[in-house]
Protein backbone atom coordinates (compact mmCIF):
# COMPACT_ATOMS: atom_id res chain seq x y z
CA UNK A 1 0.00 0.00 0.00
CA UNK A 2 0.89 3.75 -0.27
CA UNK A 3 1.13 5.96 2.54
CA UNK A 4 -1.94 7.40 3.70
CA UNK A 5 -3.00 9.90 6.41
CA UNK A 6 -6.38 10.72 7.76
CA UNK A 7 -8.33 11.62 10.97
CA UNK A 8 -6.12 8.37 12.22
CA UNK A 9 -3.08 9.18 11.27
CA UNK A 10 -0.27 8.81 9.17
CA UNK A 11 -0.35 5.49 8.00
CA UNK A 12 2.41 3.19 6.49
CA UNK A 13 3.76 -0.64 6.24
CA UNK A 14 6.86 0.32 8.12
CA UNK A 15 7.85 3.40 10.05
CA UNK A 16 11.38 4.43 10.65
CA UNK A 17 12.27 6.32 13.22
CA UNK A 18 15.08 8.60 12.66
CA UNK A 19 16.90 9.61 9.33
CA UNK A 20 20.81 8.54 9.79
CA UNK A 21 22.17 6.33 8.20
CA UNK A 22 20.90 3.23 9.88
CA UNK A 23 17.21 4.76 9.20
CA UNK A 24 18.04 5.26 5.73
CA UNK A 25 19.40 1.83 5.23
CA UNK A 26 16.75 -0.02 7.06
CA UNK A 27 14.02 2.52 4.95
CA UNK A 28 15.66 1.59 1.67
CA UNK A 29 16.04 -2.05 2.14
CA UNK A 30 11.99 -1.99 3.50
CA UNK A 31 11.22 -0.27 -0.23
CA UNK A 32 12.69 -2.54 -1.90
CA UNK A 33 11.42 -5.21 -0.38
CA UNK A 34 7.95 -3.37 -1.79
CA UNK A 35 6.42 -2.20 1.46
CA UNK A 36 5.50 1.69 1.95
CA UNK A 37 7.89 3.57 4.26
CA UNK A 38 7.33 6.54 6.76
CA UNK A 39 10.67 8.16 8.19
CA UNK A 40 10.21 10.52 10.68
CA UNK A 41 12.84 13.03 12.62
CA UNK A 42 12.70 15.45 14.94
CA UNK A 43 15.40 17.48 13.34
CA UNK A 44 14.83 19.89 10.24
CA UNK A 45 15.63 18.35 6.23
CA UNK A 46 19.07 20.03 6.00
CA UNK A 47 20.18 17.75 8.93
CA UNK A 48 18.95 14.96 6.88
CA UNK A 49 21.87 12.04 6.83
CA UNK A 50 22.70 12.60 10.62
CA UNK A 51 26.10 12.08 11.88
CA UNK A 52 27.03 10.37 8.46
CA UNK A 53 27.31 13.31 6.50
CA UNK A 54 29.69 14.77 9.47
CA UNK A 55 31.83 11.37 9.07
CA UNK A 56 35.38 10.82 7.39
CA UNK A 57 33.94 7.55 5.87
CA UNK A 58 35.74 4.71 7.49
CA UNK A 59 34.45 1.40 6.61
CA UNK A 60 36.12 -1.61 8.36
CA UNK A 61 36.93 -4.30 5.56
CA UNK A 62 38.36 -7.92 5.96
CA UNK A 63 40.96 -9.24 2.93
CA UNK A 64 39.66 -6.70 0.69
CA UNK A 65 41.07 -6.21 -2.65
CA UNK A 66 42.92 -2.78 -1.23
CA UNK A 67 44.31 -4.56 1.58
CA UNK A 68 45.85 -7.42 -0.87
CA UNK A 69 46.86 -4.94 -3.79
CA UNK A 70 49.21 -3.64 -0.18
CA UNK A 71 50.01 -6.86 0.65
CA UNK A 72 48.31 -6.71 3.77
CA UNK A 73 47.61 -10.59 4.80
CA UNK A 74 44.23 -10.58 6.17
CA UNK A 75 41.10 -13.12 7.17
CA UNK A 76 38.30 -13.81 8.67
CA UNK A 77 39.88 -15.73 11.10
CA UNK A 78 42.58 -13.13 12.41
CA UNK A 79 39.91 -10.48 12.48
CA UNK A 80 37.56 -12.22 14.73
CA UNK A 81 40.22 -12.95 16.74
CA UNK A 82 40.85 -9.35 17.15
CA UNK A 83 37.38 -8.38 17.61
CA UNK A 84 36.98 -10.67 20.66
CA UNK A 85 39.96 -9.77 21.99
CA UNK A 86 39.18 -6.17 21.52
CA UNK A 87 35.26 -6.54 22.80
CA UNK A 88 36.41 -8.61 25.93
CA UNK A 89 32.80 -9.89 26.20
CA UNK A 90 31.95 -10.73 29.87
CA UNK A 91 28.17 -10.49 30.55
CA UNK A 92 25.07 -12.84 30.69
CA UNK A 93 23.39 -10.43 28.24
CA UNK A 94 26.40 -10.44 26.12
CA UNK A 95 24.77 -13.08 24.28
CA UNK A 96 23.60 -11.71 21.27
CA UNK A 97 25.92 -9.56 20.97
CA UNK A 98 28.45 -12.16 20.69
CA UNK A 99 26.17 -13.16 17.62
CA UNK A 100 26.41 -9.87 15.80
CA UNK A 101 30.42 -9.68 16.52
CA UNK A 102 30.60 -12.80 14.32
CA UNK A 103 27.70 -12.37 12.05
CA UNK A 104 29.71 -8.61 11.35
CA UNK A 105 32.60 -10.04 10.83
CA UNK A 106 31.21 -12.35 8.67
CA UNK A 107 29.73 -9.85 6.49
CA UNK A 108 32.83 -7.60 6.79
CA UNK A 109 34.86 -10.61 5.58
CA UNK A 110 32.28 -11.24 2.89
CA UNK A 111 29.72 -9.56 0.83
CA UNK A 112 29.69 -6.26 2.51
CA UNK A 113 31.87 -4.81 -0.51
CA UNK A 114 30.80 -6.66 -3.09
CA UNK A 115 26.95 -5.07 -1.84
CA UNK A 116 28.42 -1.42 -1.39
CA UNK A 117 30.17 -1.95 -5.00
CA UNK A 118 27.64 -2.85 -6.76
CA UNK A 119 25.39 0.03 -4.71
CA UNK A 120 28.12 2.70 -6.48
CA UNK A 121 30.39 3.43 -3.22
CA UNK A 122 34.07 3.33 -4.43
CA UNK A 123 37.20 3.41 -1.91
CA UNK A 124 39.98 5.49 -1.53
CA UNK A 125 43.06 3.00 -2.38
CA UNK A 126 45.23 3.58 0.63
CA UNK A 127 43.79 1.77 3.64
CA UNK A 128 44.75 3.07 6.97
CA UNK A 129 45.56 1.72 10.39
CA UNK A 130 43.36 2.46 12.83
CA UNK A 131 43.44 1.46 16.74
CA UNK A 132 47.11 -0.81 16.49
CA UNK A 133 46.62 -2.00 20.17
CA UNK A 134 50.07 -2.98 21.02
CA UNK A 135 49.46 -5.62 23.65
CA UNK A 136 49.38 -8.90 23.20
CA UNK A 137 48.05 -11.20 20.24
CA UNK A 138 44.54 -11.76 21.97
CA UNK A 139 44.03 -8.37 22.90
CA UNK A 140 42.99 -4.86 21.70
CA UNK A 141 43.64 -3.63 18.25
CA UNK A 142 43.75 -4.37 14.71
CA UNK A 143 46.37 -6.74 13.59
CA UNK A 144 46.56 -5.49 10.28
CA UNK A 145 45.24 -2.23 8.24
CA UNK A 146 41.73 -2.55 7.67
CA UNK A 147 40.33 1.23 7.14
CA UNK A 148 38.80 2.15 4.40
CA UNK A 149 37.82 5.35 3.27
CA UNK A 150 35.08 5.69 1.07
CA UNK A 151 36.04 7.83 -1.97
CA UNK A 152 33.57 10.86 -0.78
CA UNK A 153 33.70 10.35 2.53
CA UNK A 154 30.34 9.97 4.91
CA UNK A 155 28.36 12.17 2.08
CA UNK A 156 29.27 9.72 -0.40
CA UNK A 157 28.01 6.58 1.58
CA UNK A 158 24.95 7.55 2.26
CA UNK A 159 24.36 9.04 -1.32
CA UNK A 160 22.44 6.00 -2.58
CA UNK A 161 20.08 5.06 0.03
CA UNK A 162 19.31 8.76 -0.35
CA UNK A 163 18.92 8.56 -4.12
CA UNK A 164 16.68 4.82 -3.64
CA UNK A 165 14.71 6.51 -1.37
CA UNK A 166 13.85 9.29 -3.79
CA UNK A 167 12.58 6.94 -6.06
CA UNK A 168 10.39 5.89 -3.22
CA UNK A 169 9.06 9.60 -2.72
CA UNK A 170 8.32 9.76 -6.54
CA UNK A 171 6.46 7.05 -6.63
CA UNK A 172 4.54 8.08 -3.65
CA UNK A 173 5.49 4.65 -1.46
CA UNK A 174 8.00 6.10 0.77
CA UNK A 175 7.49 10.06 2.78
CA UNK A 176 9.84 12.04 5.21
CA UNK A 177 7.92 13.71 7.77
CA UNK A 178 10.27 16.28 9.30
CA UNK A 179 10.05 17.82 12.56
CA UNK A 180 8.08 15.30 14.41
CA UNK A 181 9.58 13.79 17.06
CA UNK A 182 8.12 10.62 18.60
CA UNK A 183 7.95 10.07 22.20
CA UNK A 184 5.92 6.73 22.92
CA UNK A 185 5.28 3.63 20.70
CA UNK A 186 1.90 2.47 20.58
CA UNK A 187 0.61 -1.38 21.79
CA UNK A 188 -1.76 -3.66 21.44
CA UNK A 189 -2.17 -6.76 23.45
CA UNK A 190 -1.35 -7.77 27.13
CA UNK A 191 2.02 -7.85 28.43
CA UNK A 192 4.29 -8.98 31.44
CA UNK A 193 6.78 -7.36 32.36
CA UNK A 194 10.33 -8.37 31.27
CA UNK A 195 8.82 -11.34 29.90
CA UNK A 196 6.61 -10.79 27.04
CA UNK A 197 5.16 -7.50 25.43
CA UNK A 198 2.37 -6.04 23.35
CA UNK A 199 2.53 -5.45 19.58
CA UNK A 200 3.90 -2.88 18.63
CA UNK A 201 1.37 -0.94 15.90
CA UNK A 202 2.81 2.71 15.41
CA UNK A 203 3.98 5.96 17.33
CA UNK A 204 2.50 8.89 18.58
CA UNK A 205 4.32 12.17 18.63
CA UNK A 206 5.09 15.88 18.91
CA UNK A 207 5.58 18.13 15.89
CA UNK A 208 7.88 20.65 16.23
CA UNK A 209 7.61 24.36 14.71
CA UNK A 210 9.18 25.04 11.31
CA UNK A 211 13.27 25.29 12.15
CA UNK A 212 15.32 27.21 10.17
CA UNK A 213 18.95 25.48 11.82
CA UNK A 214 21.77 24.21 9.68
CA UNK A 215 22.88 20.83 9.50
CA UNK A 216 23.84 19.95 13.15
CA UNK A 217 23.01 23.25 14.57
CA UNK A 218 20.41 23.56 17.49
CA UNK A 219 17.38 23.41 16.42
CA UNK A 220 13.92 24.97 18.19
CA UNK A 221 11.88 22.27 20.38
CA UNK A 222 8.74 24.57 20.64
CA UNK A 223 5.98 22.19 20.08
CA UNK A 224 2.78 23.31 17.47
CA UNK A 225 0.72 19.86 17.53
CA UNK A 226 0.73 16.12 17.77
CA UNK A 227 0.72 12.82 15.81
CA UNK A 228 -0.37 9.26 15.61
CA UNK A 229 1.65 6.86 13.24
CA UNK A 230 0.45 3.70 12.68
CA UNK A 231 1.84 0.65 10.88
CA UNK A 232 2.66 -2.81 10.50
CA UNK A 233 6.53 -2.50 11.82
CA UNK A 234 8.38 -0.07 13.40
CA UNK A 235 12.08 0.57 13.23
CA UNK A 236 14.13 2.66 16.19
CA UNK A 237 17.26 4.26 14.65
CA UNK A 238 17.27 7.30 16.86
CA UNK A 239 20.78 7.17 17.53
CA UNK A 240 22.94 7.22 20.77
CA UNK A 241 23.68 9.93 23.91
CA UNK A 242 26.54 11.37 22.81
CA UNK A 243 24.72 15.05 22.69
CA UNK A 244 23.73 15.10 25.82
CA UNK A 245 26.00 15.22 28.50
CA UNK A 246 23.85 14.62 31.65
CA UNK A 247 23.17 11.52 30.57
CA UNK A 248 26.44 10.73 29.47
CA UNK A 249 27.40 11.75 32.95
CA UNK A 250 24.72 9.20 34.63
CA UNK A 251 26.05 6.27 32.30
CA UNK A 252 29.79 6.78 32.71
CA UNK A 253 31.52 3.52 33.71
CA UNK A 254 32.57 3.75 37.23
CA UNK A 255 30.60 7.17 37.37
CA UNK A 256 33.89 9.23 37.34
CA UNK A 257 33.42 11.18 33.84
CA UNK A 258 35.83 14.21 33.21
CA UNK A 259 34.69 17.17 34.63
CA UNK A 260 34.88 19.13 31.36
CA UNK A 261 33.84 17.31 27.88
CA UNK A 262 33.72 18.89 24.46
CA UNK A 263 30.99 17.26 22.14
CA UNK A 264 31.56 15.06 18.93
CA UNK A 265 27.63 14.93 18.33
CA UNK A 266 25.06 17.90 18.00
CA UNK A 267 22.78 18.40 20.97
CA UNK A 268 20.11 16.03 19.31
CA UNK A 269 21.64 12.85 19.66
CA UNK A 270 20.38 12.74 22.88
CA UNK A 271 18.86 9.18 23.62
CA UNK A 272 15.79 9.97 24.74
CA UNK A 273 13.72 7.29 22.84
CA UNK A 274 15.27 5.08 25.28
CA UNK A 275 12.67 5.38 27.56
CA UNK A 276 10.02 4.81 25.44
CA UNK A 277 11.23 1.49 24.10
CA UNK A 278 11.94 0.21 27.86
CA UNK A 279 7.92 0.99 28.36
CA UNK A 280 6.98 -0.68 25.70
CA UNK A 281 8.79 -3.96 27.27
CA UNK A 282 12.02 -3.58 25.10
CA UNK A 283 15.51 -4.22 27.06
CA UNK A 284 18.11 -1.99 27.09
CA UNK A 285 21.71 -3.42 27.92
CA UNK A 286 25.47 -2.31 28.47
CA UNK A 287 24.58 1.49 28.98
CA UNK A 288 27.83 1.83 30.67
CA UNK A 289 30.39 0.66 27.31
CA UNK A 290 30.61 3.97 25.56
CA UNK A 291 33.22 5.17 23.00
CA UNK A 292 34.48 8.81 23.82
CA UNK A 293 37.92 10.05 21.81
CA UNK A 294 40.55 11.84 24.22
CA UNK A 295 42.06 13.81 21.40
CA UNK A 296 39.03 16.43 20.88
CA UNK A 297 39.88 19.78 20.15
CA UNK A 298 37.91 22.97 20.26
CA UNK A 299 36.54 23.87 16.34
CA UNK A 300 37.12 27.12 15.82
CA UNK A 301 34.38 27.29 13.40
CA UNK A 302 31.69 25.42 15.33
CA UNK A 303 28.78 23.47 13.85
CA UNK A 304 26.51 23.33 17.69
CA UNK A 305 27.50 24.67 21.27
CA UNK A 306 30.57 22.88 22.47
CA UNK A 307 31.08 21.60 19.29
CA UNK A 308 34.79 19.54 18.79
CA UNK A 309 36.74 17.91 16.24
CA UNK A 310 38.87 14.96 16.90
CA UNK A 311 42.41 15.26 15.86
CA UNK A 312 43.17 11.62 13.94
CA UNK A 313 47.12 11.50 14.39
CA UNK A 314 50.06 9.46 12.99
CA UNK A 315 52.01 7.90 15.90
CA UNK A 316 54.81 10.34 16.39
CA UNK A 317 53.66 12.78 18.78
CA UNK A 318 54.41 12.80 22.67
CA UNK A 319 51.42 12.68 24.12
CA UNK A 320 52.08 13.78 27.62
CA UNK A 321 48.88 13.90 30.73
CA UNK A 322 48.38 17.14 32.05
CA UNK A 323 50.89 17.45 34.13
CA UNK A 324 53.29 16.52 31.62
CA UNK A 325 54.12 13.04 32.34
CA UNK A 326 54.30 10.55 29.20
CA UNK A 327 51.34 8.06 29.14
CA UNK A 328 52.49 4.57 29.96
CA UNK A 329 53.31 2.15 26.74
CA UNK A 330 51.66 1.51 24.36
CA UNK A 331 49.01 4.76 24.94
CA UNK A 332 51.05 5.91 21.49
CA UNK A 333 48.46 8.04 19.40
CA UNK A 334 46.29 5.40 17.36
CA UNK A 335 46.96 2.76 18.88
CA UNK A 336 44.05 2.64 22.53
CA UNK A 337 41.54 5.29 22.56
CA UNK A 338 39.84 4.20 25.30
CA UNK A 339 43.01 2.90 27.13
CA UNK A 340 44.37 6.63 26.54
CA UNK A 341 40.87 7.63 27.55
CA UNK A 342 41.01 5.88 30.65
CA UNK A 343 44.22 6.74 32.16
CA UNK A 344 43.42 10.40 31.23
CA UNK A 345 40.40 10.68 33.17
CA UNK A 346 42.32 8.76 36.07
CA UNK A 347 44.54 11.41 36.63
CA UNK A 348 42.09 13.64 37.80
CA UNK A 349 42.41 15.81 34.88
CA UNK A 350 40.21 16.89 32.16
CA UNK A 351 43.12 17.44 29.58
CA UNK A 352 46.15 16.07 27.93
CA UNK A 353 48.27 17.14 25.47
CA UNK A 354 50.38 16.43 22.13
CA UNK A 355 53.58 18.03 21.91
CA UNK A 356 55.56 17.32 18.45
CA UNK A 357 56.92 19.53 15.70
CA UNK A 358 56.10 21.11 12.56
CA UNK A 359 57.63 18.56 10.75
CA UNK A 360 55.29 16.37 12.31
CA UNK A 361 52.32 18.03 11.97
CA UNK A 362 52.66 18.54 7.76
CA UNK A 363 51.90 14.71 7.49
CA UNK A 364 51.11 12.81 10.48
CA UNK A 365 47.92 15.77 11.74
CA UNK A 366 44.15 14.41 9.83
CA UNK A 367 41.25 15.51 11.29
CA UNK A 368 37.96 13.48 11.10
CA UNK A 369 34.74 14.57 9.86
CA UNK A 370 34.06 15.31 6.01
CA UNK A 371 34.36 18.97 6.40
CA UNK A 372 37.71 18.78 7.42
CA UNK A 373 38.48 16.27 4.10
CA UNK A 374 37.09 18.36 1.39
CA UNK A 375 39.27 16.45 -0.86
CA UNK A 376 38.16 13.07 -0.31
CA UNK A 377 34.41 14.32 0.39
CA UNK A 378 34.06 16.49 -2.60
CA UNK A 379 36.47 13.35 -4.78
CA UNK A 380 38.66 16.11 -6.37
CA UNK A 381 42.33 14.63 -7.44
CA UNK A 382 44.06 17.84 -7.60
CA UNK A 383 43.22 18.63 -3.85
CA UNK A 384 44.21 15.51 -2.83
CA UNK A 385 47.30 15.89 -4.72
CA UNK A 386 48.56 18.63 -2.41
CA UNK A 387 48.46 16.77 0.67
CA UNK A 388 52.51 15.22 -0.88
CA UNK A 389 52.72 19.08 -1.24
CA UNK A 390 55.26 20.73 1.99
CA UNK A 391 53.15 22.39 4.45
CA UNK A 392 50.48 21.29 6.67
CA UNK A 393 47.11 20.39 4.82
CA UNK A 394 44.87 23.57 4.46
CA UNK A 395 42.01 22.53 7.12
CA UNK A 396 44.73 21.40 10.03
CA UNK A 397 46.78 24.93 9.16
CA UNK A 398 43.62 26.67 10.17
CA UNK A 399 43.66 24.72 12.90
CA UNK A 400 46.96 25.69 14.00
CA UNK A 401 46.29 29.33 12.73
CA UNK A 402 43.18 30.06 14.55
CA UNK A 403 42.36 26.82 16.78
CA UNK A 404 42.28 27.64 21.15
CA UNK A 405 44.30 24.52 21.66
CA UNK A 406 47.43 25.10 19.29
CA UNK A 407 50.16 26.90 21.12
CA UNK A 408 54.03 26.76 19.22
CA UNK A 409 57.32 27.61 20.42
CA UNK A 410 61.14 27.73 19.43
CA UNK A 411 61.87 25.47 22.64
CA UNK A 412 60.45 23.73 25.67
CA UNK A 413 60.53 26.24 28.03
CA UNK A 414 58.95 28.78 26.25
CA UNK A 415 56.07 26.42 24.85
CA UNK A 416 55.63 25.04 28.49
CA UNK A 417 54.74 28.76 29.06
CA UNK A 418 52.56 29.03 26.97
CA UNK A 419 51.08 25.54 28.12
CA UNK A 420 50.40 26.83 31.18
CA UNK A 421 49.28 29.92 30.16
CA UNK A 422 46.40 28.58 28.04
CA UNK A 423 45.15 25.97 30.80
CA UNK A 424 45.69 28.88 33.92
CA UNK A 425 47.25 26.55 35.77
CA UNK A 426 51.76 26.00 36.32
CA UNK A 427 51.09 22.23 36.02
CA UNK A 428 54.32 21.80 32.94
CA UNK A 429 57.82 22.30 34.45
CA UNK A 430 59.95 24.40 31.47
CA UNK A 431 63.34 22.09 32.32
CA UNK A 432 61.60 18.98 32.71
CA UNK A 433 59.85 19.06 29.37
CA UNK A 434 63.20 19.67 27.60
CA UNK A 435 64.65 16.85 29.26
CA UNK A 436 61.58 14.26 28.64
CA UNK A 437 62.01 15.58 25.07
CA UNK A 438 65.77 15.73 24.64
CA UNK A 439 65.96 12.01 26.13
CA UNK A 440 63.81 10.87 23.35
CA UNK A 441 65.99 12.67 20.94
CA UNK A 442 68.84 10.93 22.24
CA UNK A 443 67.08 7.84 21.07
CA UNK A 444 66.80 8.85 17.55
CA UNK A 445 70.65 9.77 17.08
CA UNK A 446 71.22 5.99 18.45
CA UNK A 447 69.68 4.66 15.59
CA UNK A 448 68.69 2.11 17.47
CA UNK A 449 67.23 2.97 20.91
CA UNK A 450 65.16 1.23 24.36
CA UNK A 451 62.20 3.61 23.22
CA UNK A 452 58.99 1.84 22.38
CA UNK A 453 57.24 4.69 20.53
CA UNK A 454 60.00 5.44 18.29
CA UNK A 455 60.05 1.21 17.83
CA UNK A 456 56.60 1.41 17.01
CA UNK A 457 56.78 4.45 14.72
CA UNK A 458 59.71 2.33 12.61
CA UNK A 459 57.82 -0.63 12.53
CA UNK A 460 54.55 1.96 10.78
CA UNK A 461 56.84 2.96 8.33
CA UNK A 462 56.97 -0.63 7.18
CA UNK A 463 53.51 -0.69 5.48
CA UNK A 464 53.30 1.33 2.40
CA UNK A 465 50.34 3.64 3.45
CA UNK A 466 52.14 5.17 6.06
CA UNK A 467 55.23 5.47 4.93
CA UNK A 468 53.54 6.88 2.02
CA UNK A 469 51.36 9.55 3.58
CA UNK A 470 50.99 8.99 6.94
CA UNK A 471 54.38 8.37 9.51
CA UNK A 472 57.27 10.34 9.31
CA UNK A 473 61.10 9.52 9.41
CA UNK A 474 62.18 9.38 13.73
CA UNK A 475 63.90 12.68 13.86
CA UNK A 476 65.35 14.86 16.58
CA UNK A 477 62.43 17.01 17.63
CA UNK A 478 64.81 19.80 19.28
CA UNK A 479 66.28 20.40 15.65
CA UNK A 480 65.70 23.65 14.58
CA UNK A 481 65.08 22.47 10.90
CA UNK A 482 61.95 20.30 11.75
CA UNK A 483 60.40 23.56 14.15
CA UNK A 484 58.47 25.16 15.93
CA UNK A 485 57.58 23.37 18.51
CA UNK A 486 53.91 22.81 19.10
CA UNK A 487 51.61 21.65 21.68
CA UNK A 488 48.02 20.81 21.00
CA UNK A 489 45.60 21.02 24.75
CA UNK A 490 42.91 17.58 23.70
CA UNK A 491 40.08 17.25 25.56
CA UNK A 492 37.76 14.93 25.89
CA UNK A 493 35.25 13.86 23.22
CA UNK A 494 31.88 12.63 23.66
CA UNK A 495 30.96 10.07 20.25
CA UNK A 496 29.53 7.21 20.59
CA UNK A 497 27.11 5.01 22.41
CA UNK A 498 28.25 1.29 22.70
CA UNK A 499 25.25 0.08 24.32
CA UNK A 500 21.99 -0.23 23.72
CA UNK A 501 18.56 -1.84 22.42
CA UNK A 502 19.17 -5.66 22.87
CA UNK A 503 17.95 -6.96 19.43
CA UNK A 504 18.50 -10.54 17.97
CA UNK A 505 20.16 -11.26 14.68
CA UNK A 506 16.87 -10.19 12.76
CA UNK A 507 16.94 -7.18 14.66
CA UNK A 508 14.01 -7.85 16.51
CA UNK A 509 13.51 -5.87 20.43
CA UNK A 510 14.00 -8.39 22.87
CA UNK A 511 12.54 -8.49 26.61
CA UNK A 512 14.74 -8.96 29.35
CA UNK A 513 13.94 -13.14 29.43
CA UNK A 514 14.83 -12.52 25.14
CA UNK A 515 11.26 -13.29 24.01
CA UNK A 516 11.04 -10.73 20.87
CA UNK A 517 8.36 -7.35 20.98
CA UNK A 518 6.69 -8.16 18.05
CA UNK A 519 6.32 -5.28 15.68
CA UNK A 520 9.55 -3.76 16.87
CA UNK A 521 12.81 -3.43 15.36
CA UNK A 522 15.68 -1.77 16.29
CA UNK A 523 19.23 -0.46 14.37
CA UNK A 524 22.56 1.40 14.30
CA UNK A 525 23.69 3.15 17.73
CA UNK A 526 20.33 3.06 19.49
CA UNK A 527 20.70 -0.55 19.45
CA UNK A 528 24.33 -0.59 20.29
CA UNK A 529 24.88 -0.66 16.53
CA UNK A 530 23.90 -4.26 16.57
CA UNK A 531 22.62 -6.64 19.29
CA UNK A 532 23.15 -3.79 22.38
CA UNK A 533 26.54 -3.75 21.92
CA UNK A 534 28.35 -5.34 19.09
CA UNK A 535 31.49 -4.06 20.37
CA UNK A 536 31.85 -5.21 24.33
CA UNK A 537 34.21 -2.61 25.59
CA UNK A 538 36.20 -1.39 22.98
CA UNK A 539 35.94 -0.98 18.62
CA UNK A 540 38.19 -1.28 16.28
CA UNK A 541 37.15 1.86 14.35
CA UNK A 542 35.92 1.86 10.75
CA UNK A 543 32.89 -0.57 12.63
CA UNK A 544 30.49 2.07 13.06
CA UNK A 545 29.13 3.17 10.10
CA UNK A 546 30.00 -0.73 8.98
CA UNK A 547 27.59 -1.33 12.09
CA UNK A 548 24.95 0.87 11.04
CA UNK A 549 24.76 -0.08 7.48
CA UNK A 550 24.72 -4.10 8.84
CA UNK A 551 22.11 -3.72 11.17
CA UNK A 552 19.48 -1.30 9.24
CA UNK A 553 19.92 -3.59 6.29
CA UNK A 554 18.87 -6.55 9.16
CA UNK A 555 15.98 -4.61 10.29
CA UNK A 556 15.19 -3.07 6.70
CA UNK A 557 14.78 -6.72 5.50
CA UNK A 558 12.88 -8.30 8.68
CA UNK A 559 10.68 -5.75 9.17
CA UNK A 560 9.37 -5.15 5.81
CA UNK A 561 8.68 -9.22 6.12
CA UNK A 562 6.75 -8.94 9.44
CA UNK A 563 4.72 -6.04 7.16
CA UNK A 564 3.69 -8.38 4.75
Known amino acids: MGITEDAGGLRAD ?17 YNAGRSVLI ?9 GGQVHWSFGGIFLVDSPEQRHLGVKDSRELALNDWMGS ?35 RFFPLVQWAERGGYDAQGHGNSVPRFHVVWGTGPGLVEPFLSKLAEGVTEGRVRYAFRHRATALITTGTTAAGTTAGTVTGVRGEVLETSPAARGGKSSRKVIGTFTATGRSVIV ?23 YMIAGVPDSVDGAFQDA ?26 VG ?63 SGSEQNPDRTGRDLMLLAKR ?69 IREARRFATDKLMRVVPPHELLASEHGPLIAVRL ?26 VPGLFAAGEAAGFGGGGVHGYRALEGTFLGGCLFSGRSAGRAAAAGAS
Do not use: C
Not at 40 to 48: I, M, R, V
Not at 345 to 366: C, M, P, Q, R, Y
Not at 424 to 453: N, P, W
Open 305 to 367: PRHGIRILSGPSPLWLDATGKRLPVPLFPGFDSLGALRHIVDTGFSHSWFVLNKTIINKEFAL
Open 14 to 30: VIVLGAGLSGLVAAAEA
Open 491 to 516: SVLTRKSLGGIQTDLQSRVLTAAGTP
Open 388 to 456: ALPGSVGPVQKFLDHGVDFVQAGNAQELAAKMNRLTGEDLIDGQKLHDLIAARDLQVRSGLGKDSQLNA
Open 277 to 302: VADAGGSIINTDRMWHYPEGIHNYDP
Open 40 to 48: LDQEPKASL
Open 237 to 259: STGGIGGNHDLVRRQWPGGRAPA
Open 87 to 121: AAFDRPEDHWVREWAKAYVDFAAGEKRAWLHSLGV
